[in-house]
């Protein structure tokens, strides 16, 4: 499906232009790493003109949903950071400052990781000081003794998954390595000492929806829904993060069995990426670019080895799929990366582009 028909042309133009765009990036004090191929790829994802439209005004970002803007907001940053590309400022400025429809807790946690790294890019005291006082009143409210521990994923108390506990983990780990205070490293161990022995973790490193609750004895155990690929990927950051905070291998150890777990076994059989279930809705759109938008974070910290290089074949394998499936950026991005949805949107597309991100490293 093409969407315009100008947009080769762009894409053409936005090609040959990242010379120079790589030239004034690595001019530039503290600069990115250089350009490399993907991220052009990844320039001509972002630079289609429906995707924009798809997003709104740069005043509201009402058409990217509610926590969905946050993880947008996130790959942007992640591009900025990786090619000193500073054209998307003033859509993450607007979408770091939107904080409408978030109704549940895990809507609330993106929020909050989006803001620290907004912080991290701004330097405005204000998305810090959101991150804090969010974070604070949702452990305040909604960390339970039902299940041993954990967050409610819902103001009303009625169920526990990984998402949300993932997502606290996350936010804790990176709230401890900007502000130094330990009160986010001992929710981090605690978050991640819960949710490690919860059951919803099995042996290959997958990771599971939630738990069901027994009415009647209260005992909580796996509840067997789907392992969704976002599920693998948030992980990824905070356990990485744990080790580094805490210099025990261990943490970044498991993540890398996970993600290498996720891209062989959440796979077609030509390994491009997949969801466990035929049919995602407009949520899912996003889950493939959040596990690459994690694994990329993994891939940072990690060292040059056997270990790194089969993630990044992983990655590029999936870029390849991407790249091919888009044609070389002219066409829009299936949410399913062998291109036999036909289902689109925002969120598709950046979960397009970060991936080739992901295969850059």
């Known amino acids: 499906m093409r969407w315009w028909s100008g947009l080769a042309l762009g894409v053409a133009l936005a090609l040959v232009s990242l010379s120079g765009i790589a030239q004034a990036a690595s001019e530039a004090p503290g600069a990115a790493p250089a350009w490399d191929l993907r991220a052009g790829q990844a320039l001509a994802l972002l630079d289609a003109r429906w995707w924009r439209e798809d997003l709104g005004p740069e005043g509201d970002w009402e058409r990217a949903g509610g926590w969905q803007r946050f993880v947008l907001a996130d790959v942007l940053m992640a591009y900025r950071a990786r090619t000193g590309d500073t054209r998307w400022d003033t859509r993450i400025h607007a979408a770091l400052r939107n904080h409408s429809r978030l109704a549940l807790n895990d809507d609330a946690l993106w929020a909050v990781i989006a803001s620290v790294d907004g912080w991290q890019m701004e330097g405005d005291p204000a998305l810090l000081d959101y991150a804090a006082r969010t974070f604070a009143e949702l452990v305040r409210a ?22 949300t506990n993932e997502l606290l983990l996350t936010a804790a780990t990176r709230l401890y390595r900007t502000t130094g205070q330990e009160e986010y490293r001992d929710w981090a161990l605690r978050t991640w000492g819960w949710l490690g022995a919860s059951g919803m973790i099995g042996e290959d490193g997958l990771v599971n929806d939630g738990l069901v609750i027994d009415a009647q004895t209260g005992i909580c155990r796996n509840n067997g829904q789907p392992r969704w690929t976002y599920n693998q990927g948030v992980l ?34 030509d390994g491009t990426l997949r969801e466990p279930v035929p049919q995602i809705g407009a949520d899912g759109l996003a889950f493939k670019g959040i596990f690459a938008f994690h ?18 074949e992983g990655a590029r394998r999936n870029a390849q799929a991407i790249w091919r499936i ?10 399913d990366w062998t291109g036999a949805k036909a289902q689109f949107g925002a969120a598709a597309q950046m979960s397009g582009a970060a991936m080739l991100l992901a295969a850059g490293r």
């Open 142 to 163: 909604h960390w339970g003794n039902t299940c041993g521990g954990g967050m409610w994923w819902n103001p009303r108390h009625t169920y526990k998954n990984a998402i």
């Open 236 to 269: 990824l950051s905070g356990l990485s993060d744990l080790t580094e905070i805490t210099g025990a291998p261990i943490y970044r150890a498991r993540a890398v069995v996970t993600a290498r777990s996720a891209l062989a076994i959440l796979a077609h059989p």
């Open 295 to 312: 694994l990329a974070y993994l891939m940072d910290a990690l060292p040059e080895g056997p270990e790194k290089q089969a993630l990044r």
């Open 326 to 335: 888009s044609n070389e950026g002219q066409q829009s991005i299936d949410s």
